[in-house]
């Protein structure tokens, strides 16, 4: 489909939404999970088999659980939406106890009167095959008992379990028991590689040469934030090697680890590579609603910044924030809001959001609305009185014209690190510029972060991290933050600044999806003029 046709086609179906039933009708739809399914199937090696399960149900307080997310990768290849449940993926059809030939079984809650009328309706087997389009479904309590051996398959992939799930005395069909049944006929050993490790090792085999100084840099940043990386042998030499041919030969190891036969057949790493090289290239359908999530978190920003005020909470922002989301029927929040002013703008992900009144300080917004399971990623920064100081408009501009310059390299082929490379070498020279560092060579840490990461069903997608291509939708998100007490003139103390967009990589060019929001200065200057409708909301005080 050529860029051109695409880009209508999503822009007119953002706005369509027919409820006949007072439901929405535009989630994905069967035909799409199906084809994800085979496009899995693809991938996989003859005689392999796929297993995945569902996120588990997490306890808030008591007997109160936080609403139910399921698992991106589940719901990617299944559309279902429930817990306790499992699917299995053949690489060939085989043939069931009845003689019937199948090539992949969900496995689902069974219905239950007494439950539904506590937590809603389930779909059970026969909604399972009539809504998601399934030929062969079972119960969850089926999977206990199904007969499969996985010794017959010369590869059982899925991801390692991170063993973060309750057993629940009433559910003999839980999670719990799913996943421990599933460890026993696999004769599974606890892979001694955590999540982070191993994604980081697919970054470092994805990762090329010319490039591989910069990636060694950004993991050594996230080094504090998780000790098993810290402790992996291969990555700490990646890390502190002295150079390109160094870090080369650490990556063609873990290549030729990877190669080597395991004595077990199963694999908990190539599941991981597998789905992030679907979920990185987003089809048409998927680019409805994941530009329907964007758009309605660029509608929040525009709102807020005609509602702020001085006097304004951090609260207050996020809610009317989240308020536009759920006008625009965003079911949740991608991630917890972020919304700083002032030195709280300079923790990267500051969630409380408790300061009373934002006064005359900058507001850092870091926000997206999530839609039927796609997540946006969109950042503004605005002064809370209407108009920038001179040193906010300073610090403001150098992180624009670093934004524009990261947008710039989001091109088709270009390295994935090229952006963050682009907007750290303007950011450095805008630093030296104003005397906050001594030259554009100085190592600092007033941008400790990447720019780029995928956005999708989750805010930090999966991706391989190789080459740019068509379809992706990535961050762009250069930021300058210089917190009470950093090693410059106390003129530019609190001063925090983020401007981040939703970037679509597309063969003639990249093109922002949260454009609607406005980025320049004297933009956001003149839109913080116009009237709200929420200036007229006014509460009776409660004291």
């Not at 999977?143 to 059982?156: G, M």
Request: glycine content about 6%; overall charge negative; some cysteine.
């Amino acid at each position: 489909m050529k860029t051109k046709r695409l880009l209508f086609f999503i822009l007119l179906a953002v706005n369509i939404i027919f409820a006949q039933d007072g439901n929405p009708t535009d989630y994905l739809k069967p035909e799409f999970h199906k084809g994800r399914r085979d496009a899995l199937r693809a991938k996989m090696p003859k005689n392999s088999v796929a297993v995945f399960f569902a996120n588990p149900v997490r306890n808030r307080a008591n007997d109160v659980d936080y609403i139910y997310h399921q698992d991106p990768d589940f719901y990617y290849l299944t559309g279902y939406k429930e817990p306790h449940t499992a699917l299995i993926v053949f690489s060939q059809n085989q043939t069931d106890s009845d003689g019937k030939q199948v090539n992949e079984i969900l496995f689902v809650q069974e219905k239950n009167k007494q439950a539904e009328m506590w937590t809603g309706s389930r779909l059970g087997v026969e909604g399972a095959k009539q809504k998601l389009g399934f030929k062969n479904v079972l119960t969850s309590k089926d999977f206990l008992d199904l007969d499969i051996d996985y010794s017959k398959f010369d590869k059982v992939f899925f991801h390692n379990f991170n063993d973060d799930y309750r057993d629940s005395s009433r559910n003999k069909a839980d999670l719990y028991n799913l996943i421990n049944t599933f460890k026993t006929q696999v004769n599974f050993e606890k892979d001694k590689e955590s999540p982070m490790v191993k994604q980081i090792k697919t970054i470092i085999k994805a990762t090329e040469i010319e490039n591989s100084a910069n990636v060694a840099q950004r993991i050594g940043e996230v080094i504090t934030q998780f000790p098993e990386v810290k402790e992996d042998e291969e990555i700490m030499q990646y890390v502190e090697a002295e150079s390109n041919s160094i870090r080369d030969e650490i990556k063609k190891q873990l290549i030729k680890i990877d190669a080597k036969p395991e004595e077990k057949n199963y694999d908990t790493r190539s599941l991981s590579t597998y789905m992030a090289e679907l979920r990185e290239i987003k089809t048409a359908e998927e680019l409805v609603l994941l530009t329907k999530a964007i758009r309605i978190s660029a509608q929040g920003q525009i709102e807020v910044m005609k509602a702020m005020h001085p006097g304004m909470s951090e609260t207050e922002i996020q809610g009317v924030h989240e308020f536009v989301y759920k006008k625009y029927g965003s079911e949740y929040e991608g991630y917890p809001s972020i919304v700083g002013a002032g030195n709280n703008g300079c923790v990267l992900h500051y969630i409380e959001n408790t300061k009373m009144k934002v006064e005359d300080d900058l507001v850092l917004m870091d926000l997206g609305a999530e839609y039927h399971g796609y997540t946006a990623d969109v950042t503004r920064t605005i002064p809370a009185n209407g108009t920038f100081s001179k040193e906010q408009r300073a610090i403001y501009d150098i992180v624009l014209e670093a934004q524009n310059a990261g947008i710039e390299k989001c091109q088709v082929g270009e390295v994935f690190w090229a952006s963050n490379q682009a907007a750290q070498q303007v950011i450095n020279k805008g630093l030296a510029r104003l005397g906050i560092i001594e030259n554009e060579n100085v190592k600092h840490n007033y941008l400790p972060h990447g720019t780029s990461h995928h956005i999708g069903l989750d805010v930090h997608d999966p991706g391989t991290y190789g080459p740019l291509a068509a379809n992706q939708v990535i961050t762009v998100e250069p930021g300058i933050y210089i917190p009470e007490g950093s090693d410059c003139d106390p003129k530019w103390w609190r001063i925090a600044v983020r401007i981040e967009d939703d970037i679509l990589i597309t063969e003639k060019g990249p093109v922002n999806l949260s454009a609607e929001a406005p980025r320049k200065a004297d933009e956001i200057e003149k839109l913080m003029k116009k009237k709200s409708a929420l200036d007229d909301f006014k509460l009776p005080k409660l004291d």
